[in-house]
């Protein structure tokens, strides 16, 4: 018989056997859902992009990165561990990478695998370089928390400071130092930005609690404000994150650590980081990195503060030291205006020890960079402390300064200065402008383009007739239109500047503004311009022609009042010294749009070294021969238009030798006429019964005529070379007043040099046609005159796609190509210039393209058809003279694309020949 034993044992065997296959199915479930779960990890680790090195430490006892790791670390991060390795006193930290943000960015907001890990090391390292414990009472490790992109963006993204306190360490903090006062102060900025930053606590709300607890003491200044009122407004600030975020403020200095890493990578997104770099057209990025940096303290009292520096004066370049600083207060105080800084020289004052030591920085720095610094530091306890040093921003004026003088400080060479110099900031030496103390307190009734820089005030005037009356008889004036056309140049040309509703950046009133160097703001949607009545609504408010507004081409800004510009010399000494240095490293020449003397003469002074572009349509439309050009049009017959061109002759030849004795020994490329003829025809029913008049015929045909000439798309119509093969007549008449121009200047020893260009070919049959009929009539003119020889080159503008693709049948009747890639860059996008301002925002906002493209050239696009139309040219003629003409022909990115076509010039408005200049210089340095 069993025994008990043997019986219980048995059936403890047995139930054991029967668990365990009661649990066989529970374990291999368990083990599918783990391998389930393990899967969805690896694919989540998979799907986050591959980091290598995610932080940097940089410190005393160990450096990891350089200044050579900008694209790394950024332009922060690898300057601290620069400033760091050459011995300046920098708090010790770390930098998390750009590539970890991009990495947080494609991986849907969250940390990449292992960051915290490698965060919380570098903790550790701190704590110990420092002798003090994250989130410890006694001797707390506090740390700043800073963006840093690989180019400068000032304010763009965001910072934290006083990272780890909460109300355990803030009292040990008070205690530790014996100043309660400073602990609060820190703790109650931490709230603040940390529930501004990372949680999106409106900055007001908690603004507001401070001016309560200020009003409660009697208090102005923040610093004035006791300790327990610190205290209070610590508790305040908690209550405001709380009934705003619905939790309280974490109290976990880790926690803290990683949300405020978080909101600097989505800062890299933020609108302003965005739109800023869409601004200064910065590319190419794949984000922020984050600097994680020891406090240092500048708000432990008097003998502490905080201060911004520049090694030089960015405003004048001026080689002094620059800079403001607060005593006793934190880094934001000092941009943030609550309260008034001092001047940099006054540290010398109250801490003449610490005046030497910025001092050195400050010499140091620029031997080290060579370069103007901006700097930052605080000084904590009577001890210097450097929390960073970047290229300093500056102007234009300051930048040329600065550039030319560390030449001759022999800091820098020739080539590095003409290469650090941004070319379009030039503008600003040349034009009246308006500078941020000019319009300190002035209204700003609304913003438009900024199609002309310059700054302006005036009457308001409303049509070109007014404007031209009311500016001579000693008025200045701005005018007041929906839209520009070339009926107004008149009065564009006697306005001090121009403003409109409508249009862009090359709509009329902005190409031919600035053409003349005007200043101009177009397309300022806002207003409401009623010229019948001679009034301008805006925002509910109305001004006639008895009021005065300024406009600011710089920015687009209209506002109300006179306001006084700041008036730049013509050509200043150090400009006159980058300009030579930029003839002699350029490879492509530099010529100017002009279309009359005065522009020739100003664009020869600013170094143009030709004409490649001159209107002859504007010279039409002057009172003395308008009449004439509308005759011709009315006329039905040839003989009718031939008698009215021979009046206008004489005009077109004095015009012409104005031009050519200005620029003697230099070529001018003349355009023949381009605009459809509708353009210069009256629209109003007053205008066309004076027409009418003068001509002797009735109002009817007047109507007629100009109904006749109208089209549904104008800039597609009869224009061009179709006019000159429609009307071969008027194509004879300005050939003929070239020619005669010509031989008359070099009568009178004037070397005039024209060349003739046929605009708007398409096909090479086109072009045949008319140069036969140019050469015929140069050769005729040569006959009358007795002269055997006058080489006058004919050319053609590329400026419909067609003709670049057929380039090489083109160029066997063309000694030149001239692009014109307004309308090129019109006709291959479909866009018409005058109406993109209603798409063209919302496309680049959302990357359908990357830039107007009539501002800089679509390089892939229109850019392909210039370079198809180069290859093809040279192809055929191997020593085909190519330029540009366009407005594109001023803009420093598109002067780099047509260097690397091999273009022999670009063409510009004459203001912009300096800035194109230094553009060809640097291309030709790259």
Not at 227 to 235: F, P, Y
Not at 575 to 601: C, F, I
Request: charged residues 25%.
């Amino acid at each position: 018989m069993p025994t008990a034993t043997s019986t219980r044992s048995s059936s403890r065997s047995s139930s054991r056997r029967s668990k365990r296959s009661s649990t066989k199915p529970q374990v291999k479930a368990k083990k599918r859902v783990a391998k389930r779960v393990a899967k969805r990890v690896a694919k989540r680790v998979a799907k986050s992009p591959k980091v290598a090195k995610m932080v940097y430490a940089f410190g005393p006892s160990r450096t990891e990165g350089n200044a050579t790791q900008k694209l790394l670390l950024g332009g922060k991060g690898a300057n601290l561990a620069d400033m760091t390795s050459i011995g300046l006193p920098v708090p010790p930290g770390f930098t998390i990478t750009t590539e970890t943000c991009g990495s947080f960015s494609q991986n849907g907001g969250r940390l990449p695998h292992g960051l915290m890990d490698a965060v919380r090391k570098n903790v550790r390292m701190l704590e110990r370089e420092l002798s003090k414990k994250f989130g410890d009472r006694k001797n707390p490790l506090l740390v700043s928390v800073r963006s840093g992109a690989a180019v400068s963006m000032p304010g763009m993204m965001d910072t934290i400071l006083n990272l780890g306190l909460n109300d355990e360490v803030v009292a040990g903090l008070a205690a530790s130092t014996g100043n309660p006062r400073f602990a609060y102060d820190a703790y109650r900025r931490l709230i603040n930005m940390f529930g501004d930053v990372v949680m999106g606590v409106d900055h007001h709300r908690f603004e507001h609690e401070f001016h309560v607890i200020k009003a409660k003491y009697g208090v102005v200044q923040d610093t004035d404000v006791p300790a327990d009122g610190l205290q209070e407004l610590c508790v305040a600030y908690q209550r405001v994150y709380r009934d705003r975020v619905g939790s309280s403020f974490p109290q976990n200095p880790m926690e803290q650590l990683e949300e405020a890493i978080k909101a600097v990578f989505k800062s890299w997104n933020g609108g302003k980081a965005i739109a800023y770099r869409q601004i200064e057209g910065i590319k190419g990025l794949v984000g922020t990195a984050v600097n994680v940096q020891a406090m240092a303290y500048g708000n432990m009292g008097d003998d502490s503060g905080t201060g911004v520096a520049f090694t030089r004066d960015p405003s004048t370049g001026e080689n002094i030291f620059y800079g403001e600083f607060l005593i006793n207060a934190q880094g934001e105080d000092v941009v943030a205006g609550i309260r008034t800084p001092k001047p940099i020289s006054e540290i010398e004052a109250w801490n003449p020890k610490v005046w030497k030591q910025l001092l050195k920085v400050r010499q140091k720095l620029e031997r080290h960079y060579k370069d103007m610094q901006d700097i930052e530091f605080t000084i904590e306890r009577g001890r210097l402390f450097m929390l960073q040093t970047r290229n300093g921003k500056r102007n234009g004026t300051a930048a040329v300064r600065v550039a030319v003088e560390m030449v001759r400080e022999r800091l820098i060479d020739e080539r590095t200065a003409l290469k650090r110099i941004p070319a379009g900031n030039l503008v600003q030496l040349l034009l009246p402008y308006y500078r941020a103390e000019d319009k300190h307190g002035v209204e700003i009734l609304t913003k438009g383009i900024a199609a002309s820089p310059g700054a302006a005030s005036g009457k308001l005037a409303f049509t070109a007739a007014e404007a031209v009356d009311r500016a001579r008889a000693g008025e200045t004036v701005l005018l007041i239109r929906r839209e520009t056309s070339p009926e107004d140049v008149a009065g564009m040309h006697v306005a001090a500047g121009i403003l409109t509703s409508t249009g862009g950046k090359t709509s009329h009133a902005a190409v031919v503004a600035v053409g003349w160097g005007k200043c101009c703001v177009v397309g300022a949607g806002e207003l409401s311009i009623d010229s019948e009545t001679g009034s301008l609504t805006v925002k509910g408010r109305t001004f006639g022609r008895g009021d005065t507004l300024s406009i600011d081409g710089a920015t687009g800004e209209v506002m109300a009042g006179a306001i006084a510009p700041t008036v730049p010399q013509s050509i200043p000494g150090d400009l006159a010294q980058l300009m030579k240095w930029s003839e002699k490293y350029a490879t492509m020449g530099v010529r100017a749009n002009a279309d009359s003397p005065a522009d020739a003469m100003r664009a020869r002074e600013f170094g143009a070294i030709g004409i490649g572009l001159c209107r002859t349509e504007h010279m039409f439309f002057e009172p003395d021969r308008i009449a004439a050009v509308r005759q011709m049009i009315l006329s039905e017959e040839v003989a009718q238009r031939e008698a009215a061109l021979a009046r206008l002759l004489p005009y077109q030849r004095a015009d012409f030798i104005g031009i050519f004795t200005a620029m003697q020994g230099l070529p001018v490329t003349v355009r023949l006429l381009d605009p459809p003829l509708h353009e210069f025809v009256p629209h109003d029913e007053a205008a066309q019964k004076s027409l009418a008049d003068d001509a002797g015929v009735p109002v009817a045909d007047v109507r007629r005529r100009v109904q006749q000439l109208h089209e549904a798309n104008p800039m597609l119509g009869h224009r061009g070379c179709r006019l000159a093969v429609t009307y071969p007549e008027i194509l004879v008449m300005q050939v003929r007043a070239i020619v005669e121009a010509g031989l008359a200047c070099r009568a009178d020893g004037i070397d005039a040099r024209p060349e003739i260009m046929i605009p708007l070919v398409g096909t090479t049959k086109e072009l045949s046609l008319l140069r036969t009929l140019t050469e015929q009539t140069v050769a005729l003119v040569l006959k009358e005159a007795g002269v055997k020889k006058y080489e006058i080159p004919i050319g053609t503008m590329i400026e419909i796609p067609r003709a670049a693709i057929t380039a090489d049948e083109i160029a066997d009747d063309a000694d030149f190509f001239s692009f014109g890639t307004n309308d090129l860059t019109q006709m291959t996008f479909g866009f018409s210039r005058d109406d993109t301002g209603s798409f063209l925002p919302a496309y680049i906002d959302k990357g359908i393209v990357e830039h107007d493209p009539f501002q800089s050239i679509d390089v892939a696009g229109v850019g392909a058809l210039v370079v198809m139309a180069c290859e093809k040219g040279r192809a055929r003629k191997p020593k085909l003279k190519l330029g540009v003409c366009g407005e594109h022909g001023g803009d420093p990115a598109s002067i780099r694309f047509f260097q690397s076509c091999g273009l022999n010039y670009v063409s510009c408005s004459p203001f912009r020949v300096p800035i194109a200049r230094l553009a060809a210089a640097q291309a030709a340095l790259k």
